[in-house]
């Protein structure tokens, strides 16, 4: 043991006798290692005489190794110091008033440790550890690199009839479109690899090339140059795409992917960066729901008509949606519970921290067996990670998985450019999530924060969020008809959408036939309002055989109709006795016309 005249550490002297005490100090000679000494008032005390035992007993006291003192909030933050903490003290030097806090807290806080001690046991747990996230960091890349990749293999499938040449919104018509509009600005406003040429080889090559980086993610070559490539080509995507990329999801994808670039490089702040936007998320997605005034979020009332209306349900809504109504009355309340209270856990104590990330989990898993949103879901579940730690892992995953993803798993530690760097990213980002809360929480935006996200937005590195923040509460759904003499007409049936009474809702996430959503959007409008719709039939009626091969079938296989039209239905699901009878999953009536019979040369 050092002595008083010569001491060869830092030491922190403690009450023995206090379990609060001994707790915390677990955790603290976990954080500093052999860095700081530790020593209990009752065996050292007598080796400093100029501390009264009265002091030993009201707080921790620091003695460093010249022989100076300090006590109380002072001496813990100079301990946490040694831990790689020094942001705190930093606080405490030289912010003022935070000193005065400090120890007012500390002095609260010890004055009532021995209260405090059971709810410390059961928020942090009974041997709670310095966090650690090489695990979780690990785990959470190979999922993004999981991700991206269904996401650029599902557009790259569907790419040439959605943007190619021959395709519903060419790229080269887009791209010169904008170029006649914003001119030399083009290239930061529309930040694009499709700049330097739109041919459908270049569409091709940026999707198999974003597939390919994606793998390289998944098998951990190089992480850190493959995410911030993928996030260049998938944000590329995202404005070749034009009316089919701008999805929740795709916004969600390109900040969640430019987030991974820097949790691949710095591994705290990319979790903190990380937790920060699952918050956001999941607020955003419930305040829209009551500031919007739709009734049915307000009268508990929205699940009673989501699992019909929504764009793509799979086969369980069927029989969700036939829930008693007390149940689907119960699961909208417990929805915006989920959204908007423990969202507000991720920044509280461990455990906390972890009912809210399960109560996410739970409401991702329930929307991903009853909708096809694409990656959505599972985007979200992998962002959910991050509010956990290794400690959770190794406790719940078996060893055989822990053991191998330790091999490969490393805690990085970023160079000081890097630091300053990831530093100066998380400032803009947190800044502009505030600024975009606010604005949306008490309708107005600040100056800068308009400005700020202004300049960064074509990067879309923070979004907003907010699905169904009004709900639909009926099904209009587009019927596209084509015929060979205006008098009889064949049905063309898509591969996902509702069509077929007879046919059931259909699994396709995390593919996404961006055709098949486009279509529901088109029917909560008119067909001026939603010009692509005219290209689309435009394309049947010259055959293009890569808009075609969007469809289900093709009732023109040979030649093109000489005439398109799309009627407009009300579907809504059978009932029980409907189904038992019938066998038919969905019962639609007439509306009208949604697009009037149309030749090519009209």
């Not at 911030?228 to 944000?235: E, G, H, Q």
């Not at 979020?297 to 829930?323: C, D, M, N, R």
């Not at 009853?370 to 078996?398: E, I, Q």
Request: contains cysteine; hydrophobic residues 50%.
């Amino acid at each position: 043991m050092q002595t008083a005249t010569e001491p060869r550490l830092p030491l922190l002297i403690y009450d023995g006798d206090c379990g609060f005490c001994k707790y915390w100090l677990r955790y603290w000679q976990r954080l500093t290692g052999d860095r700081v000494a530790y020593a209990p008032y009752q065996e050292v005390a007598g080796q400093y005489p100029e501390i009264p035992v009265a002091e030993f007993k009201r707080a921790v006291q620091y003695v460093a190794p010249d022989g100076k003192t300090a006590s109380g909030a002072e001496a813990a933050l100079l301990t946490l110091n040694h831990g790689g903490k020094g942001f705190w003290l930093t606080l405490y030097r030289h912010v003022p008033g935070f000193a005065a806090i400090a120890e007012g807290v500390y002095g609260f806080v010890a004055s009532h440790r021995s209260e405090l001690y059971r709810p410390t046991l059961w928020l942090w747990g009974p041997e709670y550890e310095p966090p650690r996230f090489e695990l979780i960091s690990w785990l959470f890349i190979r999922a993004m690199g999981l991700i991206y990749l269904s996401a650029f293999v599902s557009f790259g499938v569907q790419s040439l009839g959605l943007i190619g040449s021959h395709g519903i919104l060419p790229l080269s018509e887009f791209a010169l479109a904008v170029r006649s509009q914003i001119g030399s600005s083009s290239y930061w406003r529309v930040p694009m690899v499709f700049w330097i040429g739109q041919s459908d080889f270049a569409i091709q090559a940026a999707c198999w090339a974003g597939a390919a980086l994606s793998i390289l993610v998944i098998v951990d070559l190089i992480p850190s140059v493959s995410l911030f490539f993928l996030y260049v080509l998938y944000l590329s995507l995202f404005y070749a795409g034009q009316e089919f990329t701008g999805f929740q999801w795709d916004l969600l994808l390109l900040e969640t992917g430019f987030l991974a670039i820097i949790l691949s490089m710095a591994t705290r702040p990319g979790i903190w960066l990380l937790r920060w936007l699952l918050f956001r998320l999941m607020l955003l997605s419930g305040a829209v729901k009551l500031l919007s005034g739709d009734p049915t979020w307000a009268g508990l009332s929205a699940l009673s008509y989501y699992f019909q209306t929504e764009p793509l349900p799979t086969p369980p809504a069927w029989y969700v949606h036939h829930l008693p109504h007390a149940v689907l009355i119960a699961a909208t309340a417990a929805t915006l519970f989920i959204e908007l209270v423990l969202p507000f856990l991720i920044f509280f104590p461990r455990r906390l921290r972890f009912i809210g990330a399960f109560g996410i989990l739970s409401l991702q898993v329930v929307i991903f067996f009853t909708g096809n949103y694409a990656f959505f879901n599972l985007l979200t579940m992998a962002l959910c990670l991050v509010a956990f730690d290794d400690a959770a892992l190794r406790r719940n995953l078996p060893n055989r998985v822990i053991w191998f993803v330790q091999g490969y798993a490393r805690e990085i530690r970023p160079r000081r450019i890097v630091s300053v760097i990831a530093g100066a990213f998380a400032i803009l980002i947190v800044f502009t999530g505030l600024a975009q809360l606010n604005a949306i929480l008490n309708r107005r935006m600040s100056a800068l924060g308009a400005w700020v996200g202004g300049e960064i937005a074509p990067l879309r590195i923070v979004n907003t969020y907010g699905l169904f923040a009004v709900m639909t509460t009926t099904l209009p759904e587009i019927i596209v008809e084509g015929s060979d003499d205006g008098v009889n007409w064949r049905e063309y049936e898509f591969k996902f959408k509702p069509g077929d009474v007879m046919r059931r809702p259909r699994w396709n996430a995390p593919h996404q036939p961006r055709l098949d959503w486009q279509m529901w959007f088109a029917a909560l409008g008119t067909a001026s309002e939603n010009p692509w719709f005219s290209r689309f039939m435009q394309r049947l009626l010259e055959n293009s055989p890569d808009v075609t091969a969007l469809l289900a079938s093709n009732p023109f296989p040979r030649k093109p109709p000489l005439y398109v039209r799309a009627l407009l239905y009300d579907y809504r699901y059978s009932t029980p006795e409907e189904k038992k009878a019938t066998g038919a999953w969905w019962v639609r009536e007439p509306e009208g016309i949604y697009f009037p019979a149309v030749a090519l040369r009209s």
